[in-house]
């Protein structure tokens, strides 16, 4: 055991606290960003709103992207440091973002040439393309920033420096709160840019972001050292992270992407009911907050007392998760059904829209806490080097239970098919996720290492 690991040593509950509330608190930022969004583009009418619900699920798809380097980071910087290897978990946090930035800049390219097909593909209107493309070409340009920074996550995650992280997290959606009403609707005696405004804000505070997550690493074990990439052989360590990173990339990916095959079946159903979807997915979005702050917190304790073979505190880390993210989605589902109509006039004045929404919420929030369990069941099985398994599960979900419900019940029930196809992916991955993560954590290879 390193002592650099400090989270091989001490209380796990105290652990999963400690570093699961500074994510609260990031991630809570950066989820609000989109209901900001979606208030002021909702200022600007019903035609922009639903443009805005084409573009969500394809922003969230490709920062999931991002999501899955920064895992892959943070899952071999961990584990390096659980061996005790500093210098090696040094060198992999530079060269992984290094990785990151080249990643970005690829995605970044391939989303301004081809983003008129890919949004024909969903069945956008010529009219809501012209909305899309206003936003998603600075965006696209400006994507690079983006993984860069969640590429320096990585690195700060796999020490346990959560609370660096969130600092980052908060820079960015600062920016935003602020410049969104200015750049968007205008602002003492400034017009605003309409729907682009909301994505030069979005490039602001990615640039910000990036700013403040440089001046931190600064101050760790691992700060920014290029020099470290001219030590040694760079094919290993970036296998090593890619193995990691590639998997938990698509995974993370898989969810945005059903997300956005379902948009496009809703389509079918009208204007109102995709912009309803897309107002109360935000609201589902920021709803998760907690479980997405856990499902990053759990790599860092598990992969570290992985490297140092600790797997008993690896086991009771998955379990404690397991238990917080079942009571904590039920008591959500509640809340979100109670107040749904609430929620829904504070997005729109249309009814047609605020019924969808409704729908959406009574319908579907009922599988958040499933939707828990896979995601933080997928953290801690990056953080082993298990990532095959949480893209197998996550393509379960979506391939094999989301899409071919909405798909088959979607003629008779309309867009409560939808709905209730999410539902049911949701409770069922959530079952699968609790008993591959179980099996895996108290598995021969465990019992095998520690003999």
Same mark, same amino acid.
């Given at each position: 055991?390193?002592?650099?690991a400090k989270l091989?040593?001490g209380?796990?509950?105290?652990?999963?606290?400690s570093?699961?509330?500074?994510?609260?608190?990031g991630v809570?930022a950066m989820?609000?960003?989109?209901i900001?969004?979606?208030?002021y583009i909702?200022?600007?009418g019903?035609?922009?709103?639903?443009?805005?619900?084409?573009i969500? %699920?394809?922003?969230?798809?490709?920062?999931?992207?991002?999501?899955g380097?920064?895992?892959?980071i943070?899952?071999?910087?961990?584990?390096?440091?659980?061996?005790?290897?500093?210098?090696?978990?040094?060198r992999?946090?530079?060269?992984?973002?290094v990785?990151?930035?080249?990643?970005?800049?690829?995605?970044?390219?391939?989303?301004f040439?081809?983003?008129? %097909?890919?949004f024909r593909?969903?069945?956008?209107?010529p009219?809501?393309?012209?909305?899309?493309?206003?936003?998603?070409?600075?965006?696209a340009?400006g994507?690079?920033?983006l993984?860069?920074n969640?590429?320096?996550?990585g690195?700060?995650?796999g020490?346990?420096?959560a609370?660096r992280t969130?600092t980052?997290?908060?820079?960015?959606?600062?920016?935003?709160?602020v410049?969104? %009403?200015?750049?968007?609707?205008?602002?003492?005696?400034?017009?605003g840019?309409?729907?682009?405004?909301?994505?030069?804000?979005?490039?602001t505070?990615?640039?910000?972001?990036?700013?403040?997550a440089?001046?931190?690493m600064r101050?760790?074990?691992?700060p920014?050292?290029?020099?470290?990439?001219r030590?040694?052989?760079?094919?290993e360590?970036?296998g090593?992270?890619?193995?990691?990173a590639?998997p938990?990339a698509?995974?993370?990916?898989?969810?945005p992407?059903?997300l956005?095959v379902?948009?496009?079946?809703?389509?079918?159903?009208g204007a109102?009911?995709?912009?309803?979807?897309?107002?109360?997915?935000?609201?589902?979005?920021?709803?998760?907050v %907690?479980l997405?702050a856990?499902?990053?917190?759990?790599?860092?304790?598990?992969?570290q007392?992985w490297g140092?073979r600790?797997?008993?505190?690896a086991?009771q880390?998955?379990?404690y998760?397991?238990?917080f993210?079942?009571?904590?989605?039920l008591?959500?589902?509640?809340v979100?059904?109670?107040?749904?109509?609430w929620?829904?006039?504070?997005f729109?004045?249309?009814?047609?829209?605020?019924?969808?929404?409704?729908?959406?919420?009574?319908i579907?929030s009922w599988?958040?806490?499933?939707?828990?369990l896979?995601?933080?069941?997928?953290g801690?099985l990056?953080?082993?080097?298990?990532?095959?398994?949480a893209?197998l599960?996550?393509?379960?979900r979506v391939?094999l239970?989301?899409l071919p419900?909405a798909?088959?019940?979607g003629?008779?029930?309309?867009?409560d098919a939808?709905?209730a196809?999410?539902?049911?992916a949701?409770v069922?991955?959530?079952?699968?996720?609790?008993f591959?993560?179980?099996k895996?954590?108290?598995?021969p290879?465990?019992?095998?290492?520690l003999?």
């Amino acid at each position: 055991m390193s002592e650099n690991a400090k989270l091989t040593r001490g209380s796990i509950p105290g652990h999963l606290v400690s570093q699961t509330l500074p994510a609260i608190v990031g991630v809570a930022a950066m989820m609000s960003i989109g209901i900001v969004d979606a208030y002021y583009i909702g200022q600007l009418g019903s035609a922009e709103l639903a443009a805005v619900a084409f573009i969500f %699920p394809i922003s969230v798809a490709l920062a999931s992207l991002g999501v899955g380097v920064m895992v892959g980071i943070a899952s071999v910087v961990a584990r390096a440091l659980g061996e005790g290897d500093r210098d090696k978990a040094a060198r992999r946090a530079n060269l992984g973002i290094v990785l990151a930035v080249g990643f970005g800049a690829v995605i970044g390219l391939l989303l301004f040439a081809f983003h008129g %097909p890919l949004f024909r593909l969903m069945n956008a209107s010529p009219a809501q393309l012209e909305l899309i493309e206003l936003y998603i070409r600075p965006y696209a340009l400006g994507f690079p920033l983006l993984i860069a920074n969640m590429g320096m996550s990585g690195a700060l995650r796999g020490q346990g420096e959560a609370r660096r992280t969130s600092t980052i997290n908060i820079t960015y959606a600062v920016t935003n709160w602020v410049l969104n %009403p200015i750049l968007i609707t205008g602002a003492f005696g400034f017009e605003g840019f309409g729907i682009a405004g909301s994505a030069y804000a979005t490039l602001t505070g990615w640039a910000l972001g990036m700013v403040v997550a440089v001046v931190l690493m600064r101050g760790t074990l691992l700060p920014i050292d290029l020099s470290l990439l001219r030590q040694g052989r760079l094919l290993e360590p970036a296998g090593a992270i890619l193995k990691v990173a590639a998997p938990a990339a698509i995974s993370n990916a898989i969810n945005p992407i059903g997300l956005s095959v379902l948009t496009a079946l809703l389509a079918r159903e009208g204007a109102d009911a995709v912009a309803g979807f897309g107002a109360a997915g935000r609201v589902q979005s920021f709803a998760v907050v %907690p479980l997405l702050a856990l499902s990053g917190a759990i790599g860092g304790i598990v992969g570290q007392n992985w490297g140092a073979r600790q797997f008993g505190r690896a086991r009771q880390a998955a379990l404690y998760s397991g238990v917080f993210c079942i009571g904590w989605g039920l008591a959500m589902a509640v809340v979100l059904v109670l107040a749904d109509g609430w929620l829904a006039r504070l997005f729109t004045d249309d009814p047609a829209i605020a019924r969808e929404f409704e729908r959406y919420l009574t319908i579907a929030s009922w599988g958040y806490a499933g939707f828990g369990l896979l995601i933080v069941g997928n953290g801690a099985l990056n953080a082993i080097d298990k990532s095959g398994f949480a893209l197998l599960q996550s393509c379960a979900r979506v391939f094999l239970v989301m899409l071919p419900l909405a798909w088959v019940v979607g003629a008779g029930w309309g867009s409560d098919a939808i709905y209730a196809a999410e539902l049911a992916a949701n409770v069922a991955g959530g079952a699968l996720a609790s008993f591959v993560v179980w099996k895996l954590l108290r598995g021969p290879r465990a019992e095998a290492v520690l003999a």
